[in-house]
Every structure is written in C-alpha cells, then in structure tokens.
Antibody
Framework: EVQLVESGGGLVKPGGSLRLSCATS????????LNWVRQAPGKGLEWVSL????????YYADSVKGRFTISRDNAKNSLYLQMNSLRAEDTALYYC???????????????WGQGTLVTVSS | QSALTQPASVSGSPGQSITISCTGT?????????VSWYRQHPGRAPKLVIF???NRPSGISNRFSGSKSGNTASLTISGLQAEDEADYYC??????????FGGGTKLTVL
C-alpha cells in the first residue's frame, strides 16, 4: 500500500522558516517524481513544487520561487520542503503527492498524503 | 500560470448525470492529454478519479468518465449517488512542465 506521511508543520511568524518532511513507503521511491501541493483554508488546490526521481529536474510555482527549496533523499525514501521568508499567504495544508509519471515534469497526482498544516501568523 | 476555470458549483439528483467543465489555454489543456480529475470529501485528501483525459484508475467506478475538446476538459458522473457529493478539481500539465489546478467545483447531490 502506497503511503505518504507529512510532518513538520506548525505555527511560524512572518519572515520565519520551516522544513516539511514526507516519509513514504509501499512503492519504489527512487522511481517517481514527487510534488508538494498546498490548500489554504477553505480554498482550492495550488501546485507548489516538483522534484524528479533523480533530482535532475526541479520546478516551483512563481508564488514560492526563491523562497522554497524542494529536495529528496532516495536512501531514506523521504521528500522535503524548506520554506524560508514565510508570509501569511503561505498558510495552508501542505500535501506530499506522488506524480503519476517519472518523467521530467508534473503530469498529475496519483497518491496524496494527509497533509501537514502550516500557519504563518504573528 | 493562471488556474484552470471550473464552475463554482453544480448539482443533480440521485440517478442523474452531471458534467463539470475545466477550461484552460493552448499552453496546458489544449496542448496536452495530461488532464486529471480529483474528488475531495470534506476534511480528506484529494483522490484521483480520472487521468490522461479519460482513463480511470483501478477501483474507480465506470460512472466517472472524462473528455476533452480544444482548451476545455470535462468530467461526467452518471447515475449520481449521495457519496459523489464532494469538491472536484481538474489539473493539467503545462508548457512549463509544471502542474496547474482548476479552482474547484462543489457538487451537491439534491
């Protein structure tokens, strides 16, 4: 069974930093691209970032470019999101999500974690 | 990258069919057959119901079907059931190799 479990969310002040983690199991981690997708309270889904299976291709949404860094550790079957210079508008539930394909881009999500909540507030 | 356009809400009675549209541009929906649809019940993570325009993952009812014409993709749910009441989102691969979602549609089963 494919499982993705996020952690690391919490309350942080504007301008602060947070590192999210996603532990996975049930599939060959090193063969899949992975995404972070977020959902602000009561709002829709917003794609945040993708990292390809071998970390060769990395993409970010314009809203987080230059502030967030995605990374992965294939030996630990884990995905990460380093978030710096956080803003109130970054407040959201952050989902770790497996891409359907292992190509160089983001083609759609086939499995989702349950999410970790990030709240940016003073 | 602007969000894909979906109607805010649709409704239907049990047993009826409904269709949700998802309009993009020639840089995403119109260019690629990588449109997916997701169902999200309140407080739950999204679940994939259609991928690559008109393919159903294993375990998804054949009451769910997808199509595309030009820059607009559509999700049709036939034989509506109470359990279908949820938020539905579309997504598309884009010319920038990124993913873009629709704004979401709330389906109400009357």
């Amino acid at each position: 069974e494919v499982q993705l479990v996020e952690s690391g969310g919490g309350l942080v002040k504007p301008g602060g930093s947070l590192r999210l983690s996603c532990a996975t199991s049930g599939f060959t981690f090193s063969s899949y691209s992975l995404n972070w997708v977020r959902q602000a309270p009561g709002k829709g889904l917003e794609w945040v970032s993708l990292i390809s299976s071998g970390s060769n291709f990395i993409y970010y949404a314009d809203s987080v470019k230059g502030r967030f860094t995605i990374s992965r550790d294939n030996a630990k079957n884990s995905l990460y999101l380093q978030m710096n210079s956080l803003r109130a508008e970054d407040t959201a539930l952050y989902y770790c999500a497996r891409d359907r394909l292992s190509n160089s881009g983001s083609y759609g999500i086939d499995y989702w974690g349950q999410g970790t909540l990030v709240t940016v507030s003073s | 990258q602007s969000a894909l356009t979906q109607p805010a809400s649709v409704s239907g009675s049990p047993g009826q069919s409904i269709t949700i549209s998802c309009t993009g541009t020639s840089s995403d929906v119109g260019r690629y057959n990588y449109v997916s649809w997701y169902r999200q019940h309140p407080g739950r993570a999204p679940k994939l119901v259609i991928f690559d325009v008109n393919n159903r993952p294993s375990g998804i009812s054949n009451r769910f079907s997808g199509s595309k014409s030009g820059n607009t993709a559509s999700l049709t749910i036939s034989g509506l059931q109470a359990e279908d009441e949820a938020d539905y989102y579309c997504s598309s691969y884009t010319i920038s190799s990124t993913l873009v979602f629709g704004g979401g549609t709330k389906l109400t089963v009357l």
